[in-house]
């Protein structure tokens, strides 16, 4: 008993689904395909099975990306979520001139990975930014050179992202925040509990979904970080700021080596799984429980 | 004569959920049919299947002499009215009431003629201009009403239509649907949940179910002789009193007992022959008189519990044999909780479920 | 003696709390704005100044010049003629890519939520599954798919592909708005003989105006903000402003000049910021919209 006002639904929904199956489905199995064989420049049929993982599981810089992907994620995703909760709680403290701080809290996420990672790499300049600053001030041994240094050039990438992204956590939080019931608070205050301990006890074991989806999103950020990385650091010094992404575009554009290339895709879709998996079964969950009837 | 809507065998389920079971109702010319039942019975799936906004699973439906099982909405010769109004936000009173005509292409002259005759009929005529979200929530269900009005159909659907508004708007516009009904005398086909509703506005209610009409009949019918337990729970506030007990078939009269009550059944109109065995017996709280003994009816001596005073009337609530019964008085109460009393049981008003809840 | 009889509004009290709140708000505020405050100072330095080492300090007198460098004679490689065609490069891809995706992103959220035609919630699936999985992995056989057709280094070609990996998000953000559109609306209508189309442009899209806003807003800053797809779709002569600004920053010959990379920079944050700052509360309901998903 279909009605053919439903066939105009399915026909504007067309389009999407060509993208959908030839784009998402089509070039990843292509892609899929492409890693379990020995192609360089062009695409080549002759399979070799799972050397192009073998060998990508035996480069050094593979395994730094990796490493340094996993340090670089979560340090920025705590960071983020750490101070922008902090933000959120102190704007929800019904301070003066809220809006003004919110504005400056959040701006930097409207600017573009490549702009936030120019700008602290000026900033930590180690010849003419803050640290020649401070040392004119007197203080000679005075040290901030992560940018250059081997051992802290991913912490100057954490501090560029958790700036860029802190704001966005506060934004998602303080919603949360703003959607309790005020009678919630009547109830504490009238229990005479003190407001640290209604934020910690009482507010934040309410923001778990909206921590959970701010954690997720800037989860989906990390995997996909590549832009900061060319613009600050450009992977360097040495391998210490090296991501995955950025190897599989280097593989894939500069060293021409593609089956290694969609080797490296396939195991950060693979990451991306394991991310959002659990996390879907977690709202599946509670979408089960709640719709239940 | 011609129906005015028919449903034959109509039957819709989701998956293997069945939502309507095996349905017919045939509604003829000019009345004004309520479906009342509980959230979830399937009344309002029931009225979009009518309206063409719900794929059927089985059957026909019928209106006006015409199959329109796969007609779409705007053929079926029908106006609708929504729970939440459902007024085009974006677009001022005027552009709300002709939009379906627009549609149709109706001539311009014609479109006005239509929507000022409708705005004068539902006191519009200065708020033409307004946006819905100008407007107060009884001004727009009248514009919803006059959305469905303005089609100049046969058949008018209102899927509860009242219930977002508060109660004393609700009391005036169901005077003004009836008023309607009235003048312009089309058939109307209107859910609710809300019984007042149903027994003031209905000349037929249907009271579903899970999907089953339980009972078909006018608004006095149901109120007197329900025909089964559920009914006869759902329909009156206070609640239809129940007391468990069994009928005896002996050599006199049919007799009902109970925690030592004895009840001469001669007095009531059985619908099948009685025969001995468990049944429950039901009476409104109307039905119990204060000075019941003096004319001979059997008694339920109790003591008061609460006495709720309503204005012109009262209901006591008083223990009898482990059961609350309730009682409705008229006038002034100067009955105290904790006093006594011995109150009269009218058999010929009261009803009889068996064991299966359907009225004997 | 001296206790005062308790009478009419309670005095305001500064409590250690406050002073507390407020400090942090105040360091705060400084992490945030400091990195801007120095771009902005750098950027009207001269370079004999910016040599003193002294990131912080005010220029002792204004110079633009590093602006009009950006603007048009910054080297990119051997060739310099500033960032300026990147900033008309960017607008000619994001404004078609945002006007192309929101209309149909709209139509989608539409049609998923309100009509729900067999398929719908396999392809709503698809859709969340597609905007989740890094680019990386769509990238080549897309270039060779762009190639093939002739849309590859072309300014359609990258106007496609944002249109493309822009559905996910769009539809996903009006398929939500239009979940909370009441139903019967679209059923009044039906019953009023409207179609598909004629629902969506008399009744739906008037409604969903301010959802539009929202979203073309947070399609603007995330197309003119993108860099991997610029740098691999678009072509040598449509590279957008980010892209260039990488160029110019990142492959200097000879001494860095910081003065123009600042201003080259603040120029590529520019449009995104206004936005931000003149629209305010819109972009945070996207965003805020945007976080919420599923």
């Given at each position: 008993?279909?009605?053919?006002?439903?066939?105009?639904?399915?026909?504007?929904?067309?389009?999407?689904?060509?993208?959908?199956?030839?784009?998402?489905?089509?070039?990843?199995?292509?892609?899929?395909?492409?890693?379990?064989?020995?192609?360089?420049?062009f695409?080549?049929?002759?399979?070799?099975?799972l050397?192009?993982?073998?060998?990508?599981?035996?480069?050094a810089?593979?395994?730094?990306?990796?490493?340094?992907?996993?340090?670089?994620?979560?340090?920025?995703?705590?960071?983020?979520?750490?101070?922008?909760?902090?933000?959120?709680?102190?704007?929800?403290?019904?301070?003066?001139?809220?809006?003004?701080?919110?504005?400056?809290?959040?701006?930097?996420?409207a600017?573009?990975?490549?702009?936030?990672?120019?700008?602290?790499?000026?900033?930590?300049?180690?010849?003419?930014?803050?640290?020649?600053?401070?040392?004119?001030?007197?203080?000679?041994?005075?040290?901030l050179?992560?940018?250059?240094?081997?051992?802290?050039?991913?912490?100057?990438?954490?501090?560029?992202?958790?700036?860029?992204?802190?704001?966005?956590?506060?934004?998602?939080?303080?919603?949360g925040?703003?959607?309790?019931?005020?009678?919630?608070?009547?109830?504490?205050?009238?229990?005479?509990?003190?407001?640290?301990?209604?934020?910690?006890s009482?507010?934040?074991?309410?923001?778990?979904?909206?921590?959970?989806?701010?954690?997720l999103?800037?989860?989906?950020?990390?995997?996909?970080?590549?832009?900061?990385?060319?613009a600050?650091?450009?992977?360097?010094?040495?391998?210490?700021?090296?991501?995955?992404?950025?190897?599989?575009?280097?593989?894939?554009?500069?060293r021409?080596?593609?089956?290694?290339a969609?080797?490296?895709?396939?195991?950060?879709?693979?990451?991306?799984?394991?991310?959002?998996?659990?996390?879907?079964?977690?709202?599946?969950?509670?979408?089960?429980?709640?719709?239940?009837? | 004569?011609?129906?005015?809507?028919?449903?034959?065998?109509?039957?819709?389920?989701?998956?293997?959920?069945?939502?309507?079971?095996?349905?017919?109702?045939d509604?003829?010319?000019?009345?004004?049919?309520?479906?009342?039942?509980?959230?979830?019975?399937g009344?309002?799936?029931?009225?979009?299947?009518?309206?063409?906004?719900?794929?059927?699973?089985?059957?026909?439906?019928?209106?006006?002499?015409?199959?329109?099982?796969?007609?779409?909405?705007?053929?079926?010769?029908?106006?609708?009215?929504?729970?939440?109004?459902?007024?085009y936000?974006?677009?001022?009173?005027?552009?709300?009431?002709?939009?379906?005509?627009?549609?149709?292409?109706?001539?311009?002259?014609?479109?006005?003629?239509?929507?000022?005759?409708?705005?004068?009929?539902?006191?519009?005529?200065?708020?033409?201009?307004?946006?819905?979200?100008?407007?107060?929530?009884?001004?727009?269900?009248?514009?919803?009403?006059?959305?469905?009005?303005?089609?100049?159909?046969?058949?008018?659907?209102?899927?509860?239509?009242?219930?977002?508004?508060?109660?004393?708007?609700?009391?005036?516009?169901?005077?003004?649907?009836?008023?309607?009904?009235?003048?312009?005398?089309?058939?109307?086909?209107?859910?609710?949940?809300?019984?007042?509703?149903?027994?003031?506005?209905?000349?037929?209610?249907?009271?579903l179910?899970?999907?089953?009409?339980?009972?078909?009949?006018?608004?006095?019918?149901?109120?007197?002789?329900?025909?089964n337990?559920?009914?006869?729970?759902?329909?009156?506030?206070?609640?239809m009193?129940?007391?468990?007990?069994?009928?005896?078939?002996?050599?006199?009269?049919?007799?009902?007992?109970?925690?030592?009550?004895?009840?001469?059944l001669?007095?009531?109109?059985?619908?099948?022959?009685?025969?001995?065995?468990?049944?429950?017996?039901?009476?409104?709280?109307?039905?119990?008189?204060?000075?019941?003994?003096?004319?001979?009816?059997?008694?339920?001596?109790?003591?008061?519990?609460?006495v709720?005073?309503?204005?012109?009337?009262?209901?006591?609530?008083?223990?009898?044999?482990g059961?609350?019964?309730?009682?409705?008085?008229?006038?002034?109460?100067?009955?105290?909780?904790?006093?006594?009393?011995?109150?009269?049981l009218?058999?010929?008003?009261?009803?009889?479920?068996?064991?299966?809840?359907?009225?004997? | 003696?001296?206790?005062?009889h308790?009478?009419?509004?309670?005095?305001?009290?500064?409590?250690?709390?406050?002073?507390?709140?407020?400090?942090?708000?105040?360091?705060?505020?400084?992490?945030?704005?400091?990195?801007?405050?120095?771009?902005v100072?750098?950027?009207?330095?001269?370079?004999?100044?910016?040599?003193?080492?002294?990131?912080?300090?005010?220029?002792?007198?204004?110079?633009?010049?590093?602006?009009?460098?950006?603007?048009?004679?910054?080297?990119?490689?051997?060739?310099?003629v500033?960032?300026?065609?990147?900033?008309?490069?960017?607008?000619?891809?994001?404004?078609?890519?945002?006007?192309?995706?929101?209309?149909?992103?709209?139509?989608?959220?539409?049609?998923?939520?309100?009509?729900?035609?067999?398929?719908?919630?396999?392809?709503?699936?698809?859709?969340?599954?597609?905007?989740?999985?890094?680019?990386?992995?769509?990238?080549?056989?897309?270039?060779?798919?762009?190639?093939?057709?002739?849309?590859?280094?072309?300014?359609?070609?990258?106007?496609?592909?944002?249109?493309?990996?822009?559905?996910?998000?769009?539809?996903?953000?009006?398929?939500?708005?239009?979940?909370s559109?009441?139903?019967?609306?679209?059923?009044?209508?039906?019953?009023?003989?409207?179609?598909?189309?004629r629902?969506?442009?008399?009744?739906?899209?008037?409604?969903?105006?301010?959802?539009?806003?929202?979203?073309s807003?947070?399609?603007?800053?995330?197309?003119?903000?993108?860099?991997?797809?610029?740098?691999?779709?678009?072509?040598?002569?449509?590279?957008?402003?980010?892209?260039?600004?990488n160029?110019?920053?990142n492959?200097?010959?000879?001494?860095?000049?910081?003065?123009?990379n600042?201003a080259?920079?603040?120029?590529?944050?520019?449009?995104?910021?206004?936005?931000?700052?003149?629209?305010g509360?819109?972009?945070?309901?996207?965003?805020?919209?945007?976080a919420?998903?599923?």
């Amino acid at each position: 008993m279909k009605r053919k006002t439903n066939l105009a639904a399915t026909v504007a929904l067309l389009p999407t689904w060509l993208v959908a199956v030839v784009v998402f489905i089509g070039t990843m199995g292509w892609s899929i395909h492409l890693s379990f064989t020995n192609s360089t420049i062009f695409p080549s049929s002759t399979y070799v099975g799972l050397a192009q993982y073998q060998k990508l599981f035996s480069s050094a810089k593979w395994l730094a990306s990796l490493q340094n992907v996993v340090t670089f994620g979560i340090l920025y995703v705590g960071g983020c979520l750490l101070l922008g909760f902090l933000l959120a709680t102190a704007l929800d403290r019904k301070i003066r001139f809220e809006s003004v701080f919110r504005t400056i809290f959040l701006y930097p996420y409207a600017m573009s990975f490549v702009v936030t990672g120019l700008i602290w790499q000026w900033m930590l300049n180690p010849m003419l930014g803050i640290q020649a600053s401070v040392r004119s001030l007197g203080w000679d041994s005075f040290v901030l050179d992560w940018v250059v240094n081997r051992d802290m050039a991913i912490y100057a990438l954490v501090l560029a992202g958790v700036w860029q992204g802190a704001g966005l956590v506060m934004v998602i939080v303080l919603s949360g925040m703003r959607g309790i019931e005020a009678e919630q608070w009547k109830a504490a205050r009238i229990d005479g509990i003190p407001v640290w301990r209604i934020y910690l006890s009482i507010i934040l074991p309410q923001l778990g979904p909206a921590l959970a989806a701010a954690g997720l999103l800037l989860a989906m950020g990390v995997i996909k970080t590549y832009d900061i990385v060319v613009a600050m650091t450009n992977g360097g010094p040495g391998n210490a700021t090296e991501v995955p992404a950025k190897f599989i575009m280097d593989n894939l554009f500069g060293r021409q080596n593609l089956g290694l290339a969609t080797a490296g895709a396939t195991v950060l879709v693979l990451g991306v799984l394991m991310i959002v998996a659990p996390f879907r079964y977690a709202m599946h969950m509670r979408g089960k429980k709640r719709g239940a009837r | 004569m011609q129906s005015a809507v028919s449903i034959k065998n109509l039957k819709i389920a989701y998956g293997d959920q069945t939502v309507i079971e095996e349905m017919s109702i045939d509604i003829a010319p000019k009345e004004f049919l309520v479906l009342l039942g509980p959230s979830g019975c399937g009344k309002s799936t029931l009225l979009n299947a009518i309206a063409g906004l719900q794929d059927i699973t089985a059957g026909e439906i019928w209106i006006s002499g015409k199959n329109v099982t796969w007609e779409e909405p705007k053929d079926r010769g029908i106006g609708m009215v929504f729970q939440s109004y459902a007024l085009y936000p974006r677009m001022s009173v005027r552009k709300n009431l002709s939009f379906g005509l627009r549609v149709a292409g109706l001539p311009k002259a014609e479109i006005e003629a239509r929507v000022s005759r409708t705005a004068a009929l539902l006191h519009l005529d200065t708020l033409l201009d307004r946006r819905p979200a100008e407007l107060s929530g009884g001004q727009r269900q009248r514009v919803a009403i006059g959305r469905a009005l303005v089609r100049e159909v046969d058949v008018f659907l209102f899927d509860e239509p009242l219930s977002n508004l508060d109660a004393k708007l609700r009391n005036e516009l169901r005077v003004e649907i009836k008023k309607l009904h009235q003048s312009l005398g089309n058939t109307m086909i209107y859910v609710t949940h809300d019984q007042v509703e149903a027994l003031t506005l209905a000349d037929r209610i249907a009271i579903l179910r899970d999907g089953v009409i339980q009972q078909l009949a006018s608004p006095a019918e149901i109120y007197q002789r329900p025909a089964n337990l559920f009914v006869a729970g759902f329909i009156g506030a206070p609640m239809m009193n129940f007391i468990e007990g069994h009928i005896e078939t002996g050599d006199g009269a049919p007799v009902f007992e109970s925690h030592g009550l004895r009840v001469d059944l001669s007095g009531y109109g059985f619908r099948t022959p009685p025969a001995s065995g468990p049944a429950t017996l039901g009476f409104r709280p109307d039905h119990l008189m204060l000075d019941g003994a003096a004319s001979g009816m059997p008694t339920l001596p109790g003591r008061i519990s609460v006495v709720e005073p309503m204005g012109s009337e009262a209901v006591l609530w008083f223990d009898w044999a482990g059961h609350s019964l309730s009682l409705r008085l008229m006038g002034d109460v100067t009955l105290r909780p904790g006093d006594g009393l011995s109150p009269g049981l009218d058999i010929a008003k009261a009803s009889l479920f068996g064991t299966d809840g359907s009225r004997l | 003696m001296a206790r005062l009889h308790p009478n009419g509004p309670r005095p305001t009290q500064i409590t250690a709390g406050r002073i507390g709140l407020y400090l942090f708000l105040i360091v705060a505020v400084l992490f945030f704005t400091l990195p801007l405050y120095t771009m902005v100072v750098t950027s009207l330095k001269t370079m004999d100044e910016i040599r003193l080492g002294q990131i912080f300090s005010l220029p002792s007198k204004l110079d633009v010049s590093a602006w009009i460098t950006a603007w048009s004679g910054a080297c990119m490689g051997t060739v310099c003629v500033g960032i300026r065609s990147g900033f008309w490069n960017s607008l000619a891809i994001t404004l078609p890519s945002v006007a192309l995706s929101v209309f149909i992103g709209a139509v989608n959220g539409y049609a998923l939520s309100l009509w729900r035609p067999r398929g719908a919630s396999v392809l709503f699936g698809l859709l969340l599954a597609g905007g989740l999985i890094p680019y990386q992995i769509f990238l080549y056989p897309m270039v060779r798919a762009m190639a093939t057709v002739g849309l590859y280094n072309s300014l359609a070609g990258i106007i496609l592909v944002h249109v493309i990996f822009g559905l996910p998000l769009v539809t996903l953000l009006f398929r939500n708005y239009f979940v909370s559109v009441p139903e019967e609306l679209c059923k009044a209508a039906r019953v009023d003989g409207a179609g598909f189309w004629r629902i969506f442009f008399e009744i739906m899209l008037p409604i969903a105006v301010p959802m539009v806003v929202v979203v073309s807003m947070l399609q603007f800053t995330g197309i003119w903000n993108d860099f991997l797809l610029g740098l691999v779709f678009a072509g040598r002569d449509n590279l957008p402003m980010t892209v260039q600004l990488n160029n110019i920053v990142n492959t200097t010959m000879g001494e860095r000049t910081y003065n123009v990379n600042m201003a080259a920079t603040i120029l590529t944050a520019l449009v995104p910021l206004a936005i931000y700052f003149l629209s305010g509360r819109w972009f945070v309901r996207g965003i805020a919209a945007g976080a919420v998903k599923g």
